[in-house]
């Protein structure tokens, strides 16, 4: 049997597509959902996919609406792959700040963040507008929860916001929220941020 390369196929699934070229970086808006509030409706096709977010009866303030209107909306946040526990899984992190103060944004806002039990889910909106990709979920098959040194604020810094660092480890290195295509998946986005903002 003649040997075939396989090179050119390779090189032509990894290639750019110069008509739709990627944009990097997220707009600074999310979402984060308690993870036992929500119920995410599954691609069929490809597991990595959620095709339609519901929240089940969830009180407005244990939802989180970000919004990170600086350059770097979510600085630090990143995925890497991991093998140390026997298995390849990914390491998320995502991290932003909060721009808020006082008793009550305590509270509602930053404290439940660290307590809760079962962690949360992220939707996160990239500044890529192609579609399947536009809107990532990171913490839905194994939730999002604050690092124990990962709500910080120096007074000093950053106009004296709060900063929040949570991370997981998922077995897929990309989840997405897409929804037939970006402007269905956007307007769904756009109702989860405006029903729960503050």
């Known amino acids: 049997m ?34 036992d509030q929500a119920v995410f409706t599954v691609s069929g ?31 630090g946040s990143q995925t890497a792959s991991n ?19 006082g008793a009550a944004k305590s509270k509602d806002v930053v404290e439940p963040l660290m307590d809760s039990p079962l962690g949360y889910v992220a939707i996160i909106e990239k500044k890529d507008r192609v579609g399947d990709g536009s809107y990532e979920v990171v913490g839905k098959f194994q939730a999002l929860h604050a690092n124990p040194d990962g709500i910080t604020r120096n007074e000093h810094e950053n106009g004296g916001d709060v900063n929040v660092v ?24 756009e109702t989860l941020i405006s029903t729960y903002a503050f």
């Open 2 to 35: 003649a040997y075939t390369p396989c090179a050119a196929v390779l090189a032509a699934n990894i290639a750019k597509d110069c008509a739709n070229p990627n944009v990097g970086g997220y707009t600074g808006r999310a979402i984060l959902i308690p993870a």
């Open 45 to 75: 096709t490809n597991p990595r996919i959620m095709t339609a977010v519901t929240l089940v009866d969830v009180a407005k303030n244990k939802v989180c609406v970000v919004d990170n209107v600086w350059p770097n909306g979510f600085d």
């Open 83 to 101: 093998g140390d526990d026997g298995r390849v899984v990914y390491e998320k992190t995502f991290g932003f700040r909060i721009p808020l103060r």
């Open 166 to 189: 949570m991370s997981c480890k998922e077995q897929y290195f990309e989840v997405t929220f897409f929804d037939t295509d970006y402007a269905t998946t956007k307007t769904a986005f």
